[in-house]
């Protein structure tokens, strides 16, 4: 299974490498996937995407102050 963040804020979007997890076949466990560690230029979103299979996580948006 291949994951990836996607930042998005005022230096644009930003699409972080492919990384990933493996998951045997019928397993029902838990998981983690990398922290992502990103200090934002201004207000925006994040968005952790896995590609295969494929399934989006809602962006989250986030207020700098």
């Not at 997890?21 to 992502?36: K, Y």
Request: glycine letters at 6%.
């Amino acid at each position: 299974m291949t994951y990836q963040w996607i930042r998005k804020d005022s230096n644009g979007t930003q699409v972080q490498p492919l990384l990933s997890i493996v998951v045997a076949a019928g397993d029902t466990g838990a998981h983690s996937v990398a922290t992502d560690q990103w200090i934002p230029a201004s207000n925006g979103s994040e968005q952790l995407v896995f590609n295969n299979p494929s399934f989006a996580v809602a962006p989250q948006s986030f207020t700098c102050r």
